[in-house]
């Protein structure tokens, strides 16, 4: 996914599903490499709705030292995050039933979401969407995938067991 | 896992063609996947496959 999503150093990001923080993680250190200075990082907000996840993901990143890169915000991640968007990059780490309209409009003109889109169970295409300058969106199917079902208000009407 | 087993795995994602850019193939190098996996995950961190995190949930394989 890191590759699909072409991150540069400066990237404002969100990240829907947490999970261990180990993807924000990587994430972090290419849009915030620790040998560039500080004042040129952007910042990974990371988003999980089960809340013994949302601990485990904060105390692993902060052990891994990117606490300092990455905020992980325990809630809906279907209703993307108002707070600090508009966002460079979106990633959704979690399988939706169709891609979340919130999720869309976050998204900065020139940006770039990936998003595996498909049913529960089964394997999902795994979609790019860049946002033109004029918000138009360009959908791109980048192969198939599998990845545990997004939850929320925009995803898949079952528990998250 | 060792050190070594993860270097490998990423020498195979780069021999793949998963792997292309500089910065991607580093920010791996530089924060292995062990480092996140719950105690009893560990020894399988550079297995190419998710592996389970607690909650019915799991942590991205590595090619993810």
Known sequence: ???????????KVLEVGAGSG???????????PSDVPKDKWGHVYTIEIIPRLANFARENIA??????????ICGDGSLGYPDEAPYDRILVTAAAPKIPEPLKEQLKPGGIMVIPVG??????????IRKMMDGR?????????????????YGHKIGYR | MSETDWERLIYDLIRCG????????????????????????????????P??????QTISAPQG
């Open chain 1, 137 to 153: 969106i360009i959908e791109e199917d980048l192969g198939g995938v599998a990845f545990v079902p997004l939850v929320g208000k």
């Open chain 2, 51 to 56: 592996l389970p995190i607690g909650e019915g």
């Open chain 1, 63 to 72: 052990r891994a030292g990117y606490s300092d890169r990455v905020t992980v």
């Open chain 1, 119 to 128: 049913e529960v169970g089964f394997y999902q295409t795994l979609i790019r």
């Open chain 2, 18 to 49: 998963i792997l292309k850019s500089p910065r991607v193939i580093r920010a791996m190098r530089l924060v292995p996947r062990s480092l996140f996996l719950p105690e009893s995950q560990k020894p399988y961190a550079a297995i190419d496959t």
């Open chain 1, 1 to 11: 996914m890191n590759e699909a999503l072409e991150l540069e150093v400066g990237h």
């Open chain 1, 22 to 32: 180990w993807h924000a993680s990587t994430i972090a250190e290419i849009i915030a």
